[in-house]
């Protein structure tokens, strides 16, 4: 399934902080989760993930595991919260309304 | 393509970055590889699933060129110029607490009426079955009551429509106010 890249990403981004403010998770983790419902080259979401990073949204932290060395684990921050509190709500209006779009066939077209 | 020669091409690929957040990158990697081994998959699995390491370094040097392909987005990012701040938000709020107390008052009381009317209109159609009630356990069947009833129950249907009515512009006044306060509290455009 060839789709855009640039919109993939976009909602890459908005999966990975959804996942991460339900749970911390490490990378590995993460990109399990996504694949899972959305078809995607896990590997696209570490750049996303450093993003986030870099940009205020998400802390890391390390944390051992049972099984080998320890990992970074990724946690919302209180603006990381929030940035997605408003994306979610900003994708569900932007679905709703290309569904209605899909619906109504744009009758408004004269 | 196996774990090292992943690694090893992307390495090449990111070869202009600086050294040090070359080196966290790959270690992303790494720890992914590990994980996935722990797991039970093969390198070759992993390789698969990561998508290419020419995608991923495009990915990357893409995000570095301030070229922002993010530009392309549909999500909104929060452009940092007009992002409004705390103090805003709560200045916004403040000024809007009055406002909103009385609007909102008002949008509860109109939901009151509307309440009222939904009552009214279970109670007319309810009418025929006091009415079946009254014919059987009194014995008195009443001609006046009979159309007394009938004359009810159209009250009913015609304060039905008009609950409907009520309901919908009710919903569409509630959802539209709380709306726009939280784009006011957002204070940015509606339009992605």
């Not at chain 2, 922002?68 to 940092?80: A, H, K, M």
């Not at chain 2, 159309?147 to 009515?165: A, D, R």
């Amino acid at each position: 399934m060839e789709v855009n890249v640039q919109f993939k990403k976009g909602v890459l981004e908005l999966c990975c902080l959804f996942l991460i403010h339900k749970k911390d998770q490490y990378g590995y983790e993460l990109a399990q989760h996504v694949s899972q419902y959305v078809e995607v080259a896990e590997g696209a979401i570490y750049p996303v993930l450093r993003r986030l990073v870099k940009e205020g949204y998400c802390d890391t932290y390390l944390k051992e595991s049972t099984e080998g060395p320890s990992r970074k684990y990724y946690q919302l921050t209180v603006k990381g919260e929030m940035y997605m509190t408003e994306l979610m709500f900003e994708w569900k209006d932007f679905v709703a309304n290309v569904n209605r779009l899909f619906v109504e066939g744009g009758e408004q077209i004269g | 393509m196996d774990k090292t020669e992943f690694l090893n091409e992307l390495a090449l690929k990111l070869a202009g970055l600086d050294p040090e957040e070359r080196k966290e990158i790959l270690a992303d990697y790494m720890e992914h590889f590990a994980a996935g081994e722990t797991s039970g998959k093969s390198e070759q699995e992993i390789v698969f699933d990561l998508g290419t390491p020419d995608e991923i370094a495009r990915d990357i040097l893409a995000e570095r060129g301030e070229s922002l392909p993010e530009d392309s987005y549909y999500v909104p990012r929060p452009s940092q110029p007009k992002k409004r701040g705390a103090g805003f938000k709560v200045g916004v709020f403040l000024a809007m607490l009055i406002p909103n107390l009385v609007v909102y008052s008002l949008l509860l009381s109109f939901w009151g009426v509307v309440a009222g009317f939904i009552g009214s209109t279970v109670g007319f159609f309810l009418t025929p079955f006091g009415f079946i009630l009254d014919a059987v356990l009194n014995q008195a069947f009443e001609w006046y009551k009979l159309f007394g009833t009938i004359g009810i129950v159209g009250l009913g249907f015609i304060f039905f429509v008009v609950t409907i009515w009520m309901t919908k512009a009710m919903i569409i006044a509630t959802v539209g106010y709380t709306k726009f306060n939280i784009h006011l509290m957002k204070g940015e455009s509606k339009h992605v």
